[in-house]
Each structure stands twice: as structure tokens, then as C-alpha cells.
């Protein structure tokens, strides 16, 4: 039976890492492997991508791309529009700003068409879950099998976009006349039968336009969460209201030393898929697989500060951004990582070869080092998709729900025997879910 923790939606810090030092009372476990940069590079799709402030104290503009003009803050508004396939996430949290307070925050996702034609929006994939009650933090193992397992509204929502899924919510399309707007999205958080009163939600939505959007993402305060605000209501708040306050912590720049606060993002990252195949060399089409009792890493989220000796920011950057948020998409929420491993056991001995997603202890020095006894921090919460050919030859398509504390290395997501000369492709994919800490590695290991 699961255990469900106590109802609440935890709320991080922005991101503050001096996190290559153990945890109190854990030793550092070193592997000795080596972790290779990524091949290849995320793609140039626009993400509309709105985080901060992730705790909503206030209402206001959370992220608008809408032009400045007659705009009363200007400040606010990033001018940057959006034309065929675009994806667009949010993710935030409400409390009451104040202990009697006793209204619903709404979140509303508003789609402008600034052209004289009709605009046609496709909602290729949509999902957007809270915590409670769709999505409640409940205590899993570090490993379950399962393509409906989730542990927070991130994993449940990444869950479903990475199978593909559209939620009853979203229509398939939606039309918007010239020079009008309309909701994307216009939903409650609501607090006021949780204890503590606090809850959050995610979403996530891949798009294709026929034509030039803009979009903003607000939040308004309504007396009743079965009353959500108007279009004109928000129309009137997009024109007329600020940022939303209080604001996250302003993060450090890129080439400071010293602690790092990375922020949290509010503004448009570029790519939404790392895809690519994992081979020896970019002119080969095989990977070979280690020697029996070795093993070899490719780093995944890596960042600034945390790229395991690679060198290598796998970062989405921001082509616009508020100047008190973060500098890039530090953790690359919503990124989908599509790897292929077209394994090859080159020798005359059969091998057992293993693949597995660890969450090593963050460190820019080459090695990868867990922790034992692991820390509580949960610091990657998501599915992964896992697809092979098993040792009888049958085509395998599973999905593994993972939970892995800082430091934790992980369970084997696929084994398989490879005879003598003998090829094995294999294929991982998940999205980086929300609230996750990176960086993480996929590690492939001979016995």
C-alpha cells in the first residue's frame, strides 16, 4: 500500500546549490566511471516557460510575450510571438497572501491573434494537474513499473505528455478571429479545504499555430473557485496590472563565483527535445558496450556548476527574460530527452549489459560520486519509457515511475544478454519533470 505523505505542495528555494559536499551524516561513495558529454543538441522550439514566482502571493502578470503597446507597465511585457510548433508551461503555487484571507487564486493562460486573418491553434498534447487532490506527493519506491504512476502534479503531467495524451480539458483546436484573444487555460488552485491551505498546479501543453500569437500567463484572486474571471476580466488585468509580487530571489549572472542562485525561469527557452543517437563517434552507428565489470555515463540536465567533468551546459537558453529571473532554464523542465542506444557487443563472449538513471551528487569535477546513507531530498520525481527487444527477440515497450533522493544511484531500467557479435537497440525517454534537481546521468554497465 502507498503511503501518502502529509497534503502539501513543497515549496522549493530558487534553486541555491553548494551541493558537492555530503549531507549530514552521509559519506561520499565514488564510482569510478566515465561521464560523456551528450551528443547532439536540443531543438530550436520556442517555450513559453512561466515558474516564477512559483509561490503566487499576489496577483498580476506571471509571464506576458505580448507587445508593450498601451500597456500601463511596459516592463512587463516581452514582445515575442509565437508561429507553428511552440510548447507552453507553468508552473505555481498559491497560499492566502494573508491568514483570513479567503479567496481562489486563478491562473489564466490567454492567447492573442494580432493578425486580420483567423488564427488556428492545434493542441497537439495538454495536461494540467494540482496537487490535491489529482496529483498528491505520496511516498513510492525508487523504482515502479507502471505507465499511471505519478507523485506530484510535474510527474503526473509530464507523464501524460510523454505518452502522448491530451486531457479532457483541452479541445483538440481552437479558432481565434482576428485580432481577439482567448483562453488557453483559466483554472483555480484551490486551498481553503487543504491543511495547511496550500496547493499547487503544472501544466503542460505542445502547439502548433497557423499563425502570429502572443501569450501571457496571469493570476487573479475570485471570492468562489466555481466562478472563474471573464476573458474581458482578464484582458482588463493583462493591460492594466504589474508583475506579480512578491518576486523570487534575483539569481547570480552566469560567470559569478561563489555560491550560485540559479532563479527561476519566467520567459521563453528555446528547445523542447534533446533527441539523438548514442554512438561511438558521430561517424559511427553502434555504441560500443563497455568491457565486463565497466561502465560509461552520459550526462543528462547538466548545468552550470553541475556538468560532471563534461564541460558541457545542456541548459535550454532564454531568447527573452525578465531581468530578475533566471538567465537560463536551469533544470530544463518540460524537456524531453529521447535517447537511442544502439548497443554492440564487438567480442566472441556473451555480456549481461545493464542501463540505469542515477542522480549523482552534483559536482563541474570529473567523477561521479553518490551518497550513502541518502539524504531525505527528493531530487528526481518523473516517468521514464524504456523500449527494446528482449532476450526472446519480443519487442518491449514499459514504463518505470523513478524517485531518487540526491545522491541515489539507480535501479536497472533494462537488462539485457548480448551473444558473441550481436547488436541490441534500446531506447529511453522521459521528460524532466518539475521540481526535480539536476544533473542526472544514463549510465550503461557491463557485468
Request: no cysteine.
Amino acid at each position: 500500500m502507498l503511503e501518502l505523505l502529509p497534503l502539501f505542495f513543497p515549496v522549493h528555494p530558487p534553486l541555491i546549490y553548494t551541493q558537492n559536499t555530503p549531507a549530514q551524516n552521509s559519506e561520499i561513495v565514488s564510482d569510478n566511471q566515465l561521464v560523456r558529454p551528450l551528443p547532439g543538441a536540443l531543438n530550436k522550439i520556442p517555450v513559453f516557460n512561466s515558474n516564477s514566482p512559483e509561490l503566487v502571493l499576489g496577483e498580476g502578470i506571471l509571464l506576458s510575450t505580448f507587445p508593450s503597446d498601451n500597456k500601463i507597465d511596459e516592463t512587463a511585457h516581452l514582445n515575442f510571438p509565437f508561429e507553428g510548433r511552440f510548447d507552453v508551461f507553468a508552473h505555481h503555487v498559491s497560499k492566502p497572501p494573508t491568514e483570513d484571507d479567503k479567496r481562489t487564486l486563478f491562473i489564466g493562460i490567454i492567447a492573442h491573434n494580432p493578425t486580420s486573418e483567423p488564427v488556428s491553434i492545434d493542441i497537439l498534447q495538454g495536461a494540467s494537474y494540482l496537487s490535491q487532490p489529482d496529483a498528491p506527493f505520496i511516498t513510492l519506491p525508487s523504482k515502479v513499473e507502471g505507465s499511471n504512476i505519478f507523485a506530484g502534479p510535474g510527474s503526473r503531467v509530464m507523464g501524460d505528455i510523454l505518452q502522448g495524451k491530451r486531457q479532457d480539458i483541452f479541445p483538440p483546436n481552437i479558432t481565434i478571429p482576428p485580432g481577439e484573444s482567448t483562453m488557453l487555460l483559466n483554472v483555480p488552485i484551490p486551498i481553503h479545504s487543504l491543511t495547511p491551505p496550500l496547493n499547487g498546479r503544472s501544466t503542460y501543453m505542445r502547439l502548433y499555430s497557423s499563425g502570429k500569437v502572443y501569450i501571457a500567463s496571469l493570476a487573479m484572486y475570485q471570492d468562489n473557485e466555481d466562478n472563474p474571471p471573464s476573458l474581458s476580466q482578464w484582458e482588463n488585468l493583462l493591460t492594466n496590472a504589474s508583475l506579480s509580487t512578491p518576486r523570487d530571489r534575483v539569481p547570480t549572472p552566469p560567470e559569478a563565483t561563489g555560491q550560485r542562485i540559479y532563479g527561476r525561469v519566467a520567459g521563453v527557452s528555446e528547445g523542447n527535445m534533446w533527441k539523438i543517437d548514442l554512438t561511438d563517434s558521430p561517424s559511427s552507428q553502434l555504441l560500443t558496450i563497455p568491457n565486463s565489470g565497466e561502465a560509461f555515463s552520459y550526462g543528462l540536465s547538466t548545468l552550470v556548476g553541475g556538468t560532471l567533468g563534461t564541460n558541457q551546459v545542456q541548459t535550454a537558453p532564454l531568447l527573452v527574460r525578465y531581468p530578475d529571473t533566471a538567465y537560463s532554464a536551469h533544470g530544463n523542465y518540460g524537456v524531453q530527452y529521447s535517447l537511442t542506444l544502439p548497443l554492440i557487443n564487438p567480442t566472441n563472449e556473451t555480456k549481461t549489459v545493464s542501463i540505469a538513471l542515477s542522480t549523482p551528487v552534483k559536482q563541474d569535477a570529473p567523477g561521479v560520486n553518490f551518497l550513502n546513507p541518502l539524504p531525505t531530498q527528493t531530487f528526481f520525481r518523473g516517468l521514464v519509457q524504456v523500449q527494446y527487444r528482449d532476450d526472446n527477440n519480443l519487442p518491449r515497450l514499459q514504463y518505470f515511475h523513478l524517485v531518487q533522493k540526491r545522491g541515489e544511484k539507480g535501479e536497472n531500467l533494462v537488462t539485457v544478454t548480448m551473444p558473441p557479435e550481436s547488436q541490441r537497440l534500446v531506447s529511453v525517454d522521459f521528460l524532466y519533470p518539475p521540481d526535480a534537481t539536476p544533473p542526472q546521468i544514463l549510465t550503461v554497465s557491463t557485468q
